[in-house]
């Protein structure tokens, strides 16, 4: 199985900030990872696929980095729709997901 | 417009099989260019892959959830279906149907249901 470590599990940042979230893979997954964003009882939309591909429709303050085992989603200035939660996805075997990390207003 | 919807029973008793079924529009489920999947989330805890199916039938399912489920299409019905044998209430969760992209350069995913809850009583 291959495991997904979000970092941080929350954090606290303010409208026009700039915020990365990290994801770590347990072994390596070339650039097969996706981000997703999911407000409370909602189903989770997709962001970022392939590591760095922004999905359609999405806002070009979302970014996506890396390859390998180590990745970022950076949103360059928050905006009061972006507190939410975010997880990474790997789909290189099968899917799984990290932990997620949990964006809030400071 | 792709639209996928969820529906089943809300409460199941343990030891029994949770089925539910994945109403597809705006898209076919035996088209070679979409696979379909299941997911799941128990209340306030974080997301996790079920399996899913391509458009042959052949699945792919969660090594901890294996023996326990079986995922169908019933091209008929343009829908899809989870089974989800033995339940606990550790399978308490909202369950979420999406679509997937066929193809090496796309997406794992694109459109997902709502979402339904289920919990399972003893």
């Known amino acids: 199985d291959i495991q997904l470590t979000q970092s941080p599990s929350t954090l606290s940042a303010s409208v026009g900030d700039r915020v990365t979230i990290a994801c770590r893979a347990s072994q390596n997954i070339y650039s097969w990872l996706a981000w997703y964003q999911q407000k409370p009882g909602k189903a989770p939309k997709l962001l970022i696929y392939k590591a760095s591909s922004l999905e359609s429709g999405v806002p070009s303050r979302f970014s996506g980095s890396g390859s390998g085992t180590e990745f970022t989603l950076t949103i360059s200035s928050l905006q009061p729709d972006d507190f939410a939660t975010y997880y990474c996805q790997q789909y290189n075997s099968y899917f799984s997901f990290g932990q997620g990390t949990r964006l809030d207003i400071k | 417009q792709v639209q996928l919807q969820e529906s089943g029973p809300g409460l199941v008793k343990s030891s029994e099989t949770l089925s539910l079924t994945c109403a597809v529009s705006?898209?076919?489920?035996?088209?070679?260019?979409?696979?379909w999947s299941w997911f799941r989330q128990p209340p306030g805890k974080g997301l996790e892959w079920i399996g899913y199916i391509f458009y042959g039938g052949s699945t792919n399912y969660n090594p901890s959830l294996k023996s326990r489920v079986t995922i169908s299409v019933d091209r008929s019905k343009n829908h899809f279906s989870l089974k989800l044998s033995s339940v606990t209430a550790a399978d308490t969760a909202v369950y979420y149907c999406?679509?997937?992209?066929?193809?090496?350069?796309?997406?794992?995913?694109?459109?997902w249901g709502q979402g339904t809850l289920v919990t399972v009583s003893s």
């Open positions: 705006g898209a076919s489920v035996s088209s070679p260019n979409y696979f």
């Open positions: 999406a679509r997937g992209l066929s193809g090496s350069s796309s997406p794992p995913t694109d459109y």
